[in-house]
């Protein structure tokens, strides 16, 4: 297997390395969380519906992948900031930490979640005829919160390492696995949205075991290490630095989950069951749409924290520079095709005809302003990649807590718009918080560029 050279490769050529697997792991992680929706929405007489319930659950599942980029996202550069020191006791200290911190939290969340399932559904708006189907898929879902978590959290310290393709193949083994259980589960076996949740732990299981066979394995540069009572002990320091860092991770799939809960509540209201469908359409296609772009600036993340920390600034700022031409290239491109080809989009997800009148318009306003995601995500990654958690923390807060949230109330009630204020909530965000995030950062790199060459 090859390892990216981060102290001598060349940017492009690291941040590829690193980028193009993460893509293909991050398309099949997609396929891994969305397959689901799609078999689920082809259920015979109850797809509509069952869709719909489902979507209920996202917030919790938000939260769930909340916690684990805190302790993924958190560790990730800070060992990656050790490593380009040379500091590789350091290095290894904050992965151990970051397992034994996604372990402990995976499991307070499982048990929270089997308890409370039912009144947290029941205040996110889930009617008694949702609960249905809700209640059985979070439940069965949730137990596979552990494997979850060591799967996707741990991933970043195999691509730290330089191990890419490692890391890709980690995803994948688990979403071939889900994309071939799902049909067994749902429709072979019967068991409907039961057996999509099924389907979904036996997969998270298939990659946690793959990637701790690597991280504990002889060919992993750096091995993880159970901590010993001792170490638990004086590992407060490292667990709250990647908790601190993590939280602006944190706080983007936190705010999302907030979001999910006003949007499904508001449309409930305003629109009907009908309307909480197409926003979980609407979700799964941003998923699909946004996941190359959060696969070049995961990939670049590395490589800016590893020159950051060796000090090679005119390398930290060419890494931005490409990171950011390339996810602006390709927003562009996703753009056109929304515009284009809104109802071929959401044919993908749903196979109703019934409720295309009422998705390809809120489709088409919801991401009306899809290009301007490349400024947060870019900004956000650089923040998180110097480690300067506050401004990465805030920009999280400021464009969905302070503008998205306000606003998908305002525009309904206040202003009269209905349906139609639900979905332009995120737009607007798009462009007010996504400029000020990425305007903070180029202020930020530049005084840095300047503070180290005067």
Not at 25 to 35: D, G
Not at 197 to 205: G, M
């Amino acid at each position: 297997m090859k390892q990216v050279d981060f102290k001598n490769g060349r940017t492009l050529t690291n941040i590829l390395a690193a980028a193009v697997p993460m893509l293909v792991a991050q398309i099949l992680n997609l396929l891994y969380n969305i397959v689901d929706r799609i078999y689920i929405a082809r259920i015979p007489e109850k797809g509509t519906v069952a869709i719909g319930a489902v979507g209920l659950c996202f917030p919790i599942v938000i939260l769930i992948t909340a916690f684990t980029n805190m302790f993924g996202s958190g560790g990730a550069p800070l060992f990656s900031i050790a490593k380009g020191r040379g500091d590789s006791r350091e290095a290894c200290a904050l992965q151990n930490t970051s397992f034994f911190l996604l372990v402990v939290t995976g499991i307070v969340l499982l048990i929270f979640g089997e308890i409370f399932a039912r009144p947290v559904l029941a205040v996110f708006g889930t009617s008694e005829s949702a609960m249905v189907y809700a209640l059985p898929y979070l439940r069965i879902y949730l137990l596979g919160t552990v494997f979850t978590m060591i799967a996707t959290g741990m991933n970043p310290f195999i691509t730290a390492q330089g191990f890419s393709t490692v890391a890709m193949t980690t995803i994948i083994v688990g979403a071939a696995a889900n994309i071939i259980l799902d049909p067994v589960f749902i429709f072979l076996f019967g068991f409907g949205v039961e057996g999509a949740a099924i389907a979904t732990i036996i997969s998270q299981a298939v990659s946690a075991l793959y990637v701790l066979r690597f991280l504990f394995g002889s060919k992993c540069e750096f091995r993880l290490k159970l901590l010993t009572a001792e170490e638990i002990r004086s590992s407060g320091t490292r667990a709250a630095k990647i908790t601190g860092l993590g939280t602006a991770a944190f706080m983007t799939q936190f705010t999302n989950a907030v979001v999910q809960i006003a949007c499904n509540s508001v449309l409930s209201d305003v629109g009907g069951d009908i309307y909480v469908s197409v926003m979980t359409i609407v979700n799964s296609a941003r998923q699909m749409m946004e996941t190359p772009i959060v696969a070049i600036t995961e990939g670049a993340s590395p490589v800016i924290s590893y020159n950051y920390g060796a000090g090679r600034f005119d390398r930290v700022k060419k890494s931005i520079i490409i990171m950011v031409a390339i996810t602006f290239a390709y927003t562009i491109a996703v753009w056109t095709l929304i515009r284009l080809f809104p109802a071929e989009i959401i044919g993908i997800f749903s196979n109703d005809k019934t409720i295309l009148g009422d998705a390809v318009p809120a489709f088409s306003l919801y991401f009306s302003t899809f290009i301007f995601m490349v400024l947060q995500y870019s900004g956000q990654t650089v923040f998180k990649s110097f480690g300067k958690k506050w401004q990465a923390i805030f920009f999280s807060l400021f464009r969905k807590v302070i503008i998205v949230v306000p606003l998908t109330y305002a525009l309904p009630y206040l202003f009269s718009q209905g349906i139609n204020g639900v979905f332009a909530a995120e737009p607007i965000s798009n462009v007010v918080g996504g400029l000020a995030c990425f305007v903070t950062m180029l202020i930020t790199v530049h005084k840095m560029i300047v503070i180290k060459y005067n």
